[in-house]
């Protein structure tokens, strides 16, 4: 089993180290933008079979939309930091400092979500007044942002296997898991919401189970050993020096999806000046929005695995090269997109 491992580690380097850049890139790029483009999809999904019950509940889908950002932008930075640590320390060939880091922001992203499950089930009625909830969708963004924190370990911890997976190089095995789940939320939406007639109870119901789902398929793939990475109780290290690391990396994933959830968090409480139709109007529009910048942000995360395997293997001009395809390549699909 072990020189199994082996072998398909050292393949994998092979294939890391040495295929062009130019296709490497590409073939890493296009799961990682069906992954962004299915949980978008899922996402509006959503608001769509909710849209029949009622605009109120349309517009609390879009005020948790602001909550869901913010689990996932921690998530990311605990992917990111610990991901870009793994894929460099694979390219330098430290497989078991790799291991700790993925371990290590596996466990800080699912204790992040254990505290906003608790907290947020505790102060909930006041936390959807925060996103920007307006009197007569309360009941609705209570309703469904029960089901939203409930998940709350689901989607932090599922943003870390995802990223940790695709730093790997192992963009299709991250898909799967995803694609998954947003599958699965869209069948079950309609059956929950209209056969059992659970109303937007059913919609957060469903992208709970939908979401903790897709994060046992995730984690799985770990278990299975199809990773270099582990998630193993042995590999835990909660010394300062390591999760300083995962932090400061993940940081700037943190700020940006975080003024992202903010950005939006405020437009849903100017647009509640102006009804619960407004509310529900802006999600709409911002569903379509996350659409295209889906397509932008999968390709320069496809770029990511190459860029850090590489410099941990010292190839240095792969990097460059990496780089001058990912700019002009990226620039060339949102010219197109814009059209």
């Given at each position: ?10 393949i994998?380097?092979r ?6 850049v130019?296709?490497?890139?590409l073939?890493?790029c296009?799961?990682t933008?069906?992954?962004m483009?299915?949980t978008?999809i899922?996402?509006a999904?959503?608001t769509?079979f909710v849209?029949k019950?009622s605009v109120s509940?349309?517009?609390?889908v879009?005020i948790l939309f602001?909550l869901m ?7 990311f930075?605990?992917?990111?930091g ?5 894929s460099?320390?694979l390219g ?5 400092r790799a291991?700790?880091?993925?371990t290590t922001?596996?466990?800080m992203?699912?204790l992040?979500?254990i505290?906003?499950?608790f907290f947020g089930?505790?102060?909930i009625?006041p936390l ?12 609705y963004a209570?309703s469904?942002?029960f089901?939203i924190?409930?998940?709350a370990?689901?989607?932090t911890?599922g943003?870390?296997?995802n990223?940790?997976?695709r730093?790997e ?12 789940g947003?599958v ?5 939406d309609p ?8 109303g ?7 992208t709970a189970i939908?979401?903790y ?9 770990f ?8 998630i193993?109780w042995r590999y835990?290290n909660?010394?300062?020096k390591l999760?300083?690391n995962?932090i400061k990396n993940?940081f700037?994933?943190?700020t940006?999806q975080?003024?992202n ?9 100017q647009a509640?000046?102006?009804?619960d139709a ?5 999600s ?6 996350q ?6 942000v999968g390709?320069?995360?496809g770029f990511q695995?190459?860029s ?6 010292k190839k240095?001009?792969?990097?460059k090269q990496?780089?001058?395809f990912?700019w002009?390549?990226s ?7 814009k059209?």
């Amino acid at each position: 089993m072990e020189e199994a491992v082996k072998k398909r580690a050292e393949i994998h380097y092979r294939k890391m180290t040495e295929m062009p850049v130019n296709k490497l890139i590409l073939s890493l790029c296009v799961p990682t933008v069906i992954s962004m483009l299915i949980t978008t999809i899922y996402n509006a999904a959503d608001t769509y079979f909710v849209s029949k019950i009622s605009v109120s509940a349309s517009g609390a889908v879009g005020i948790l939309f602001s909550l869901m950002a913010i689990l996932q932008a921690f998530g990311f930075m605990c992917g990111h930091g610990s991901g870009s640590w793994i894929s460099r320390l694979l390219g330098a060939r430290e497989i078991e400092r790799a291991r700790q880091y993925s371990t290590t922001g596996f466990a800080m992203a699912f204790l992040m979500g254990i505290f906003f499950l608790f907290f947020g089930l505790w102060l909930i009625t006041p936390l959807m007044r925060f996103l920007g909830s307006t009197p007569t969708i309360l009941p609705y963004a209570k309703s469904y942002g029960f089901y939203i924190l409930i998940a709350a370990p689901a989607f932090t911890t599922g943003c870390v296997m995802n990223n940790i997976l695709r730093y790997e190089g192992l963009a299709k095995l991250a898909m799967v898991g995803f694609v998954t789940g947003g599958v699965l939320n869209t069948i079950l939406d309609p059956i929950l919401i209209f056969t059992f007639h659970l109303g937007i109870q059913g919609a957060g119901l469903s992208t709970a189970i939908s979401q903790y789902i897709s994060m046992f398929i995730l984690f799985a793939m770990f278990a299975q050993k199809r990773s270099q990475s582990r998630i193993e109780w042995r590999y835990l290290n909660f010394s300062p020096k390591l999760m300083l690391n995962i932090i400061k990396n993940g940081f700037p994933s943190l700020t940006r999806q975080g003024l992202n959830s903010l950005s939006n968090l405020c437009l849903n409480v100017q647009a509640g000046l102006y009804g619960d139709a407004c509310i529900a109007a802006m999600s709409i529009v911002a569903k379509c929005m996350q659409l295209m910048f889906s397509v932008c942000v999968g390709i320069g995360q496809g770029f990511q695995p190459v860029s850090s395997f590489n410099y941990g293997a010292k190839k240095f001009q792969r990097v460059k090269q990496g780089i001058l395809f990912t700019w002009g390549f990226s620039s060339l699909v949102i010219a197109v997109l814009k059209v």
